[in-house]
């Protein structure tokens, strides 16, 4: 038993301990250089799309990757082939399956035992998988339901390779970058320090934020609402479905099925 | 359970769909009973959760009223329904789990009384506790240490390591809790409370679980310490009371055994001492009328005086063994009025007596030269050596030799009185000097009242001397007394009383 047989040391890490500053500031300030260039014309708009998600979901993933022990090169890597990623899907509809490569490339780190930290690399259970993508439908079928009948918005089936574009960016940059870091890192470090309900608080307000800041959302009083209610929601499940089966995995399932049935709505 | 509640959530919304009345339908307080029995079965959290899927269902009646039309009454009354949805949901959650929380904690305390209730060592107590705690407590893990004195009692693991949890509580006495005691992604808590009795910490209750480990059960598990020191401490002390009783009842009865048997003793005695006493008397009586009533010649007379002589002597020395017992169960020495002393002629002058009285043993004396002076009374002497060879007379056969010899030791003089009779049986041999004690078949062979020894050994010891007897059956007994030297004496200076 621990309390017997383990030398017990009060601990003396702190919550933000291990972050990446140093790629943190670059990006940031890749980032403001980006959209000074833009601006001055130097640049065209759409490069913006590319540093951006370099940048937001970069900087996630990266901190994730550091809060577990991956090395510097690794976090590196995941932040070019996301820039890389986000390259190819300014070409065209087809190009965003290069989110697929910082899939691959997490998928990777995880086969090698590296992102136990995280929750991945772990054995999963089927049924965990099953109640997280019952998850994710029940709350996007309600987002559904409310999202037609309130602001008269439907399934949209008509611009399928968008929405396969959308899908991608989700699966490769938009929930892993999140999930990695918002429950796999965040939630994880605050849960060994505080309750759950205290860690589940800290990772949910912190993902919704992450979104509210999002130049992409819409800024109608109404969509916000809608996005920090269901946000909010979706980021609590998640951070139970981790506690639960002790793995991302339901979690990036759950958000996945939550954001592709999202993507299917239009006006 | 879980079913039934989502079944009837998705029942009563389906009957709100088809009745079409929107947020003010009257069917949406129906959401109040399965969010009830969440609650009720569930607690808190259940309760929450059942509330929040009420809410999340009646939400796409409530919402579009409220983006069609603004707050109406009809959007309002839906909107009050949220919150009294959440309002029973969480409080009636809060309740049971709170009611549940207390009945577990009585729970645990009767099944500490029912499992101290049966008294047991220290080791087999804390396992049972052990066991009956760990399905009510809920956790993965429990411990329990309890102070044996220096040692430490530890069911559910083998040591308590230096610097572990459960050694900081042992020593600052406070309770303890670990938010992150390993664990793969979900955080294992410990917690250790002490076991507290009064202002010691007797021992220590340490748990572990995987997951939360909430503050309302860190104080019930720290009511439960309390209790089980307080439970420990009164275990610990009925069993020293039980113990104590025990072992004063086996006292008292051996104190009564030893009673009885001095009472039995003592009447022996009263009886034979009477027998002892009126022996000499009668022969006194007897041989004085005959003096005073009859003429006899003088060669008679000689005789008949010589016989009162030897039984007034006999009874004199039983008075004095009397009165020299009766100081020694009053707690006093006998009166000694000692002086330097010379053992060869006291031997010699007491076995005189016995070789001019009895012509059936023949005694024999043997002392080294210039034996050391004691310090000693010489009528105390006398009636030591008078004892011993009394004895050794009585207890030989007709015609056997007894031998009394004096040797000098270190600082001391030996005076052994051996014969060759019938000896004593080795379970007696402890008890000789016991006042009233007489060899069971001893009776039979010679007469005595069996307090010689015990006089001997309380005059001996009265001279700072030992007295030892060695035996064998059918071989002989030797007794031996060692009075210590003058100190005059051993630095060769001696002035003695022949």
Known sequence: MWVLDQPYTPRAERLFAGTPLTLLALLAAGAVAAVALVEVGVLPPRSLRVIGVAAGHGALLAAALAWTGVSSPSRIVAVVLLALAAAAAGLGPLGAFAYLLPTLWVLWLSACGRLTGLGLGTPVSPRTVVVAVLAGAGLASHLLISASRTLGVQVRVDHGSDVLAAIAYDLGANVLAAECFFRGALFNRAQRRWSFAGAATIATAAYVLRYVVDPLLPKQVELVVGAVFYLALLGAINCWLLWWSESLVPGLVSALVFFAVYRTLGA | ?498
Do not use: W
């Open chain 2, 1 to 498: 359970m879980i079913s039934l509640i989502a079944a009837a959530l998705a029942v009563v919304t389906t009957l709100v769909a088809l009745e079409g009345a929107g947020p003010s339908s009257l069917l949406r307080h129906v959401y109040l009973l399965p969010v009830l029995a969440a609650a009720l079965r569930f607690g808190a959290g259940g309760g929450a959760l059942a509330a929040m899927g009420a809410v999340l269902l009646s939400a796409p009646f409530v919402l579009p009223e409220i983006e069609r039309s603004g707050l109406t009454t009809e959007a309002v009354e839906g909107l009050v329904t949220f919150a009294v949805l959440g309002l029973v949901g969480v409080m009636s959650g809060v309740l049971r789990t709170r009611a549940g929380r207390h009945r577990r904690r009585y729970e645990i305390l009767v099944a500490i009384q029912r499992t101290l209730a049966d008294e047991a060592t220290l080791d087999v107590s804390l396992a049972r506790l052990r066991a009956a705690l760990a399905g009510r407590l809920r956790v993965d893990e429990i411990a329990i240490v309890g102070r044996d004195d220096e040692r430490l009692v530890i069911a559910g693991g083998d040591r308590v390591a230096e610097g572990s949890l459960v050694a900081r509580v042992l020593e600052s006495g406070e309770p303890a809790f670990v938010d992150d005691a390993g664990g793969s992604v979900r955080a294992r808590r410990a917690f250790a409370t002490p076991l507290v009795s009064g202002e010691q910490t007797v021992g220590v209750l340490a748990v572990e679980r995987k997951g939360e480990l909430s503050l309302a059960e860190r104080a019930t598990l720290q009511a439960v310490g309390a209790h089980l020191g307080l439970a420990l401490e009164n275990a610990r002390l009925v069993s020293r009371q039980r113990r104590f009783a025990s072992e004063l009842a086996e006292r008292v009865a051996t104190a009564r055994r030893e009673l009885e048997e001095l009472d039995r003793a003592k009447s022996a005695f009263v009886a034979i001492a009477s027998h002892e006493l009126r022996t000499p008397l009668t022969a006194l009586q007897g041989f004085s009328e005959i003096l005073a009533v009859r003429r006899l010649p003088p060669e008679e007379v000689t005789r008949l005086a010589e016989v009162m002589r030897r039984e007034a002597r006999r009874l004199g020395r039983i008075v004095s063994d009397l009165l020299d017992l009766s100081r020694i169960e009053r707690g006093l020495e006998p009166a000694l009025c000692r002086v330097p002393l010379k053992i060869e002629p006291a031997i010699e002058a007491t076995v005189d007596i016995f070789r001019q009285g009895s012509a059936t043993h023949l005694v024999t004396t043997e002392c080294e030269p210039s034996l050391p002076v004691v310090d000693a009374d010489p009528d105390a002497l006398e009636r030591v050596l008078t004892n011993l060879i009394s004895n050794a007379i009585k207890y030989s056969p007709t015609g056997s030799a007894v031998h009394v010899g004096a040797r000098a030791l270190d600082g001391a003089v030996a005076i052994e009185v051996a014969d060759a009779g019938r000896g004593i049986p080795a379970d007696a041999l402890g008890r000789v000097f016991e006042p009233y004690y007489r060899v069971p078949d001893a009776a039979g062979v010679a007469r005595g009242t069996g307090i010689g020894l015990a006089v001997v050994k309380a005059l001996v010891e009265a001279h700072g001397g030992t007295v030892r007897v060695e035996s064998a059956p059918a071989l002989g007994t030797r007794v031996t007394v060692v009075l210590p030297a003058c100190a005059a004496a051993i630095h060769g200076r001696s002035r003695s009383v022949p």
